[in-house]
């Protein structure tokens, strides 16, 4: 396209880079704390993947967050992609 459209998009891409990064430490995290608690009773019967809870919609995240996850998320708050690139632009993510 053009050179300014070019930046543009690598730029986003090193940016969804450092997010793919950032939620999979985020799940190892909660992983770890929760002893590999993160899907509610619901969730299990309904085949969640748990790695889908940090990187989907929040209403789904809510609906099938264990406990443990949303007690979780209480103390270290589930960060959206928006929300991520906001601070990534920002230079704090």
Known sequence: MGAIFDQAVATWKACRADYA???EAAYVA???ETGGQLVNE????RGVDP???FSGTE???LAYASPELLD?????PRM???EYETQW???AA
Request: aromatic share 18%; hydrophobic share 35%; proline share 0%.
């Open 30 to 32: 909660a992983e770890t």
């Open 21 to 23: 990064d950032y939620l």
């Open 72 to 76: 979780y998320w209480a103390r270290r």
């Open 80 to 82: 959206s992609f928006s």
């Open 89 to 91: 632009c920002e230079g």
């Open 51 to 53: 790695f889908t809870l």
């Open 59 to 61: 209403v789904r995240a």
């Open 42 to 45: 619901l969730g299990k019967s």
